[in-house]
């Protein structure tokens, strides 16, 4: 069987059963005709904006299995709607990456599956795509769709189907990234690629189809409700599937929605390589209701806080550990003051010494730390304790949210959550 890698460009058309203008025609646009189905009209602008602007497209292919290719000086090619012989397959698009300027060679390519709204990636349709894959040759399909995952690596559907590589990207992802790119200084020069690129951005935020979490969903309110009232270990299992679907895009999302709200790149730090699925969402609720999230900044996973949603009490503590490695306690905590930002010295920000033996320091204000700071004469500040001892293992900084009725809301639920997400980094991580 002849194999599409190594092929020669010219000979695509021949690999895909098709003529060569028939293949022309379906190369993506970046302004297609009107009166097009919304997913058809997005996967077309979006595939046409990658090919048009080099550092949005090796942005997002570094992260996958073209990382190695997209280093060399190779085109790329983008088709929409490509289907096999008898029409029982037919992935959203193709990317070709091919390198040589007279006869180019195809390195690498793709299969895309998009979605767009609430429409998720299928199992069984996936399964189509990687069996049409493995006829050409083609080594990898990525999925694009409202569902969020971790990393692209991670995708939203099972599938027994290997030997071939899965990706996964979701449009909100794909607007964030847009938008970092052109806030960097150094990620863009040409100006006709910066164009493309906010054209795309408002594209995105223009379109009703493609979106980030901002409902929790209509079972939300009866379910949330239900894990509050539930016994420990005793959560319906219904309650705890709709809980442990919407919670964990949520959780995906808030790292996402900080990125592009704020100048860090926050990423969700997963223990498994995994979606979290129901069953470890029951062992995690199952003993204290409580779902413990943890972020990190740039590519630092030491630079990290915690959101510790409790749904037994209907609010979230948002928490990050500091180390001040040099002297005693009273220099220690001035020290840990003259890295935060005075501005952010809320009441509601609370302070915990950490001694050796993990003896506690009661919760202090950072408000209260600071006046102490700045009382003359200066005085100890409250959370020294020479009877825990001299020296800080470290200081917990963190901020305690409750939710009352918005815990059940599925919308104002979100909007609380990432707007105190928000506030505790930009008052205490970023300066930690």
């Known amino acids: 069987m002849a194999k599409i890698i190594g092929a020669s460009l010219s000979e695509l058309h021949e690999f895909l059963k098709l003529d060569v203008e028939t293949l022309e025609s379906k190369k993506a646009k970046l302004f297609p005709q009107p009166k097009m189905k919304s997913e058809r009209v997005t996967t077309d602008v979006f595939l046409a904006s990658l090919s048009a602007v080099k550092e949005y497209r090796e942005h997002?292919?570094?992260?996958?299995?073209?990382?190695?290719?997209?280093?060399?000086?190779?085109?790329i090619h983008v088709y929409t709607e490509i289907s096999n012989e008898d029409g029982s397959a037919r992935p959203d698009g193709l990317i070709v990456l091919a390198s040589g300027r007279n006869n180019p060679t195809i390195e690498w390519a793709c299969f895309v599956e998009t979605k767009v709204g609430s429409a998720m990636i299928e199992q069984a349709q996936m399964e189509a795509y990687i069996e049409f894959a493995k006829e050409l040759d083609i080594p990898a399909i990525i999925s694009i769709s409202n569902q969020i995952t971790a990393e692209p690596t991670i995708i939203p559907y099972s599938t027994r189907k290997k030997k071939i590589e899965l990706y996964h990207?979701?449009?909100?992802?794909?607007?964030?990234?847009?938008?970092?790119?052109?806030?960097?200084?150094?990620?863009?020069?040409?100006?006709?690629?910066?164009?493309?690129?906010?054209?795309?951005?408002?594209?995105?935020?223009?379109?009703?189809?493609?979106?980030?979490?901002?409902?929790?969903?209509?079972?939300?309110?009866?379910?949330?409700?239900?894990?509050?009232?539930s016994a420990e270990?005793?959560?319906?299992?219904?309650?705890?599937?709709?809980?442990?679907?919407?919670?964990?895009?949520?959780?995906?999302?808030?790292?996402?929605?900080?990125?592009?709200?704020?100048?860090?790149?926050?990423?969700?730090?997963l223990k498994r390589d995994e979606v979290r699925e129901d069953s470890i969402y029951d062992q995690i609720l199952g003993k204290?209701?409580?779902?413990?999230?943890?972020?990190?900044?740039?590519?630092?996973?030491?630079?990290?806080?915690?959101?510790?949603?409790?749904?037994?009490?209907?609010?979230?503590?948002?928490?990050?550990?500091?180390?001040?490695?040099?002297?005693?306690?009273?220099?220690?905590?001035?020290?840990?003051?003259?890295?935060?930002?005075?501005?952010?010295?809320?009441?509601?920000?609370?302070?915990?010494?950490?001694?050796?033996?993990?003896?506690r320091s009661?919760?202090?204000?950072?408000?209260?730390?600071?006046?102490?700071?700045?009382?003359?004469?200066?005085?100890?500040?409250?959370?020294?304790?020479?009877?825990?001892?001299?020296?800080?293992?470290?200081?917990?900084?963190?901020?305690?949210?409750?939710?009352?009725?918005?815990?059940t809301n599925p919308k104002n639920f979100i909007l609380k959550l990432e707007q105190g997400a928000e506030s505790f980094l930009n008052q205490v991580v970023i300066y930690t």
């Open 169 to 229: 990207w979701s449009w909100a992802y794909l607007k964030v990234m847009s938008t970092k790119l052109l806030q960097d200084e150094d990620g863009i020069e040409d100006e006709d690629h910066k164009y493309i690129l906010s054209e795309l951005r408002r594209f995105f935020e223009g379109n009703d189809d493609v979106s980030n979490m901002k409902d929790m969903g209509r079972e939300w309110k009866t379910s949330a409700q239900a894990v509050n009232e």
């Open 233 to 269: 270990g005793k959560i319906p299992k219904d309650a705890l599937a709709v809980v442990c679907k919407a919670y964990a895009q949520e959780e995906m999302d808030i790292g996402l929605q900080l990125t592009d709200r704020t100048t860090s790149n926050v990423h969700l730090l």
């Open 362 to 407: 009661k919760s202090v204000s950072l408000a209260q730390l600071f006046e102490e700071k700045d009382a003359k004469p200066s005085r100890q500040y409250s959370i020294v304790d020479k009877d825990k001892g001299d020296e800080v293992k470290y200081f917990d900084i963190f901020v305690r949210q409750e939710f009352l009725r918005d815990f």
């Open 288 to 359: 204290n209701k409580t779902v413990v999230s943890t972020y990190y900044l740039e590519d630092d996973k030491n630079f990290k806080f915690t959101l510790e949603m409790d749904f037994n009490k209907k609010a979230v503590t948002y928490r990050c550990l500091v180390s001040i490695d040099s002297g005693k306690a009273q220099a220690q905590t001035t020290k840990l003051l003259k890295r935060l930002d005075p501005s952010g010295k809320s009441d509601e920000i609370q302070v915990v010494a950490v001694y050796k033996q993990n003896k």
């Open 60 to 75: 997002l292919l570094n992260e996958i299995s073209a990382r190695k290719i997209t280093k060399r000086n190779v085109s």
